[in-house]
């Protein structure tokens, strides 16, 4: 017979917990005035072992009395168990603490139950005039004291169900309320079976629109519940060792049972006695998370000796099984629960690795249960192993550091530019993280003008070279004025390289004075003429742009020896007289707006930057027609075009002309210059 032990049995991480708890009591002030309230695990044996040390188990009544009792000659310490306990009971063991000196007690509800009082605390209670009806549906044994204790936080309505059938029957027999309006939260006791809770949330969802799901099941519970179902499916006799008021137990017991029909359930050794059949080739033992190593290895020596094969003792098997670990060790490390507190992992060795936040990444904002999940692969550096606590202290940030300190070292020698975050500003300068370690850039080594505020450099991405190496491992420094000058020398250099007449660049007006602008073009100046920046006589650049107005500009010329570029740009694309000739011709009718007057006659605007001369003369056959009599600024006038002057840049216009049907050039033509004003 072949004996497989799974690899999760005994104390979870909880029961542990509880369990160190009390040891510590026990041995710095002896068992005496210490009580447990209930059973602190559910294991007779163990019970049995702490009353011989002098514990006692209280149930909540007896709690006044306790607590009246405690003096200094005759202290009381209460434990509260991994199940938790009734509001009611935590806020009169407060009050009785904060009343005796003597009396004290300690909270060993697991971290897991809390989260699940935590969450049904805050639902909201659903009674208020406001608010619709909530309902929290939850999935648990009813008299069990990790669901009375979280019901007992309920402000609102409730429904306990013991299993996802259960909650469809209240529903057919109107226990349930039902409707659009009720608001539904559903919870799970954290020893739960996994495939019963999908079954009950599949069953409310048929029941209720958006019901809202927090899935409290114990990751412990769900790994050791998939673990025994694998090693039930390959054995044909298991033995599962657990008391029977244990709930993780007995939902261990019947995953087994539905794989492999030859399960047993036995608290102890002795009552295996004639169980184990004769036929039986692979053996498995599978244990809940209140079972002690010790009933774990007694269970395993019976089975062994009945046996006869097996000779190699439990101890022995767990050693030769689990390699040893050592801190200073890097080892990879398989994902087993996680929540956004820590990570635990399989190092392969007797104890449980534990990966807190602060040592999975510099980011703070990361949350562990988003970066991994269960199965996940790590590598992670052992920084203690406490084999009391059955745990090793493990940090992936000093893994990395490990893996990537070369980078940072081929990036000195190769005076590579490498890019991080600023994760900190410290006395001196700011701290930039990158592959797990520290670079200190000191102030004078950022873009930050002397006595600048560094903070201003808080979380942001930055380029930077690593100028100094401090202590193999630990820390380097950086300078981001280095990397920041490189790049800039290498895009001038690139810029100097691609210049040619005609190109355009987006450009930015850096400064200007009365004859022209100087333009940004990424690192190079140029200079633009006013006479270049507009087809419209400007005074000075002023008066069209202002400083760190984008530009697009070309390059007319440029002389890289003197580092002197000159730009342009207006084009003749956009020459109003030139885009005026492409569309109008003499002899076309137009409607015009009359923008000044003059002794002669009125000025019109046709299109812009072009304007032309109605002459008196070409109003009407009114021989001492005056334009400022017959027309107002801003009069719309219809007009034909009797003479374009492409030399002199002059439109003559008429409206007498729209009666005769012909251009009256003669006279247009015989205005002087300062008529037009093109
Ligand atoms: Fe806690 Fe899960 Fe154990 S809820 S007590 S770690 S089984």
Same mark, same amino acid.
């Given at each position: 017979m072949k004996i497989t032990v799974a690899e999760n049995a005994g104390f979870c991480f909880g029961v542990r917990r509880a369990d160190r708890l009390i040891r510590e009591k026990i041995s710095r002030d002896g068992g005496r005035g210490v009580f447990t309230l209930g059973k602190l695990i559910h294991n007779d044996g163990y019970m049995a072992d702490l009353e011989t040390d002098g514990v006692r188990v209280a149930s909540a009544e007896d709690l006044p009395r306790l607590a009246a009792s405690a003096t200094e000659e005759n202290p009381v310490c209460v434990f509260v168990r991994a199940h938790g306990m009734t509001l009611e009971t935590e806020n009169a063991l407060t009050a009785f603490a904060s009343e005796n000196p003597y009396f004290s007690f300690v909270d060993c509800t697991c971290p897991y139950v809390r989260k699940i009082h935590n969450i049904v605390s805050e639902l909201p209670s659903g009674d208020g005039a406001e608010e619709d009806e909530t309902v929290l549906l939850f999935l648990g044994s009813a008299g069990h004291p990790e669901t009375v204790g979280i019901m007992s936080r309920r402000r609102g309505r409730s429904f306990v169900f013991e299993n996802a059938s259960s909650l469809t029957e209240a529903a057919a027999t109107g226990k349930l309320p039902l409707g659009e309006k009720i608001r539904v939260f559903c919870a799970v006791q954290t020893t739960q079976k996994a495939s019963e809770w999908k079954k009950f949330q599949e069953n409310v969802k048929k029941l209720y629109t958006k019901p809202i799901f927090f899935d409290t099941i114990c990751n412990v519970t769900e790994t050791r519940q998939k673990e025994a179902r694998e090693l039930a499916g390959k054995c044909d006799f298991v033995v599962v060792i657990g008391g029977s008021d244990s709930s993780n137990t007995a939902k261990l017991y019947s995953v087994c049972r539905e794989v492999c029909p030859r399960t047993v359930m036995v608290?102890?050794? &002795?009552?295996l006695d004639g169980l184990i059949p004769d036929d039986c080739i692979n053996a498995g033992i599978v244990a809940g998370a209140s079972t002690p190593d010790g009933k774990i290895e007694e269970v395993y020596t019976k089975m062994s000796e009945e046996n006869?094969?097996?000779? &190699?003792s439990f101890e022995e098997m767990l050693d030769s099984a689990c390699k040893t670990l050592n801190s200073g060790d890097t080892v990879t490390g398989t994902v087993i629960a996680v929540n956004d507190q820590e990570v635990k992992l399989d190092l392969g060795a007797k104890v449980t690795g534990i990966l807190t936040a602060d040592q999975a990444s510099d980011d703070a904002s990361l949350k562990l249960s988003s970066e991994f999940k269960v199965g996940d692969e790590i590598d992670v550096f052992v920084i203690r192993v406490s084999d009391i606590d059955g745990c090793a202290t493990v940090s992936k940030k000093r893994a990395d550091l490990d893996k990537n300190w070369h980078k940072i070292v081929d990036a000195k020698e190769n005076n590579t530019t490498l890019e991080g975050v600023v994760s900190d500003v410290v006395k001196g300068g700011v701290v930039i993280r990158i592959y797990g370690a520290r670079v200190f850039v000191p102030a004078s080594q950022t873009p930050v003008p002397k006595d600048g505020d560094l903070s201003v450099l808080a979380g942001q991405t930055v380029k930077f070279k690593v100028i100094e190496l401090k202590n193999q491992g630990k820390g380097a420094v950086g300078s981001i004025r280095r990397a920041t000058s490189e790049e800039k020398s290498a895009k001038v250099k690139e810029f100097w390289e691609n210049i040619e007449v005609g190109k355009y660049y987006d450009g930015v007006v850096r400064g200007m004075t009365d004859y022209g602008a100087f333009i940004d073009l990424g690192g190079v100046d140029g200079m633009i003429h006013k006479k270049n920046l507009s087809w419209r006589p400007i005074h000075k650049p002023a008066d069209i742009l202002k400083i760190g107005d984008p530009l697009r500009v070309f390059v007319r010329s440029y002389n890289p020896e003197k580092k002197q570029i000159s730009l342009g740009y207006i084009t003749e694309d956009t020459n109003p007289w030139k885009l005026f000739t492409d569309e109008y011709k003499e002899g076309d009718v137009i409607d015009v707006v009359i923008s000044n007057f003059a002794q002669f006659g009125a000025f019109a605007h046709i299109t812009e930057g072009v304007d032309g001369l109605i002459h008196n003369s070409q109003i009407s056959d009114d021989k001492n027609a005056k334009a400022e009599d017959v027309f107002k600024i801003g009069d719309t006038v219809t007009v034909m075009i009797t003479k374009i002057d492409d030399e002199q840049k002059r439109v003559s216009l008429s409206v007498k002309a729209l009666d005769e049907g012909a251009p009256a050039e003669e006279e247009a033509a015989e205005e002087p210059a300062e008529e037009s004003e093109n």
């Open positions: 608290p102890d050794a &002795e009552s006869k094969a097996m000779t &190699e």
